[in-house]
């Protein structure tokens, strides 16, 4: 496989599909620039990791669309101090961005 530029392709993505669709909550958008998505998929879908879809995760599961977990996330209006409980965190990345 290529080496592939994590960093710019998750901040082409934070650019592109969360401000550029209207994500504007500075800590949303700085937990998108610090959490690596390509880590919460399988290796055979790196090249897509930081794209505007869904991907398999197994068991008939896939983690979310960047732009919907942004927007979730979003809405909750956690701020940097907020309390959430998750339950069935799937992939684990929802989690880890709030």
Same mark, same amino acid.
């Given at each position: 496989m290529k080496n592939l530029d994590f960093d710019a392709m998750r901040e082409?993505?934070?650019?592109?599909?969360? *401000?550029?669709?209207?994500?504007?909550?500075? @800590?949303?958008?700085?937990?998108?620039?610090?959490?690596?998505?390509?880590? @919460?998929i399988d290796d055979e879908h790196l090249e897509?990791?930081?794209?505007?879809?869904?991907?398999? *995760?197994?068991?008939?599961?896939? *983690?979310?669309?960047p732009y919907m977990v942004a927007l979730m996330t979003e809405l909750l209006k956690v701020g940097k101090s907020g309390n959430v409980l998750e339950i069935g965190t799937g992939s684990g990345y929802q989690l880890a961005i709030l």
């Open positions: 082409r993505m934070v650019r592109e599909q969360l *401000i550029g669709r209207g994500i504007s909550d500075k @800590f949303v958008l700085e937990a998108f620039r610090k959490v690596p998505r390509h880590r @919460f897509s990791a930081y794209g505007d879809f869904p991907l398999p *995760i197994g068991n008939s599961q896939t *983690i979310s669309q």
